[in-house]
């Protein structure tokens, strides 16, 4: 009996427990586009992107962060997503509703090294994303939020804690009136009086 259990310790110990990768944080980008040049991104809680029947040349995408706790490295991470948007009527305030996704993709990820963070860009279709946008435009509505839902794709063993996310990037469309600090309004009143 005393061997047996020695056995099913040592078994214990040889069976490597199985690593999972979490997504640690998530969000948006938006790409400024120059001439001549590649795009460069940058993190944004919100995209100024008015009601317009010939889209942006400015292009949004979502990121993860993924992280791996544990020591050894994780190999063929599949990250799934999907992208909707909450329309609005054109020349509307109220509120939006949530439609069906309008893009369903996937990205592979080689590896994520052991007790490391990195970063992966989920690109939207230009071709779907400007499509959608023209169709609804020609309907009379328009998105003031997309949001996207990632998961990576479990395996036999593995749970799903911490490894679904949802980020929604607001859109405004017109700018936020600048809100005035009391030393301006003083200012203000100084100018205007005789």
């Not at 990768?21 to 795009?39: C, F, H, T, Y």
């Not at 329309?87 to 590896?111: M, Q, Y």
Request: charge should be positive.
């Amino acid at each position: 009996m005393k061997k047996l259990g020695i056995v099913a310790l040592l078994l214990s110990f040889s069976i490597p427990v199985a690593a999972e990768v979490l997504i640690a944080d998530a969000g948006w980008e938006l790409s400024i586009r120059m001439r001549k040049q590649n795009p460069q991104f940058h993190r944004v809680d919100h995209w100024m992107f008015p009601p317009n029947p010939v889209p942006k040349r400015s292009l949004p995408r979502a990121y993860v962060t993924l992280e791996n706790p544990n020591a050894a490295a994780e190999h063929a991470v599949l990250l799934r997503y999907c992208v909707d948007a909450r329309l609005r009527r054109i020349g509307t305030s109220a509120d939006g509703v949530w439609t069906v996704p309008f893009l369903n993709d996937e990205k592979r990820v080689p590896v994520v090294g052991g007790g490391k963070k990195f970063d992966v860009a989920l690109p939207l279709n230009r071709v779907a994303l400007d499509g959608y946008l023209k169709k609804m435009y020609r309907a009379g509505f328009w998105p003031d939020a997309f949001r996207v839902r990632v998961m990576i794709e479990p395996r036999p063993g593995e749970t799903l804690d911490r490894r679904v996310r949802e980020t929604t990037l607001p859109v405004a469309w017109r700018p936020e009136p600048r809100a005035t600090t009391p030393e301006e309004e003083t200012d203000e009143r100084s100018e205007t009086a005789p």
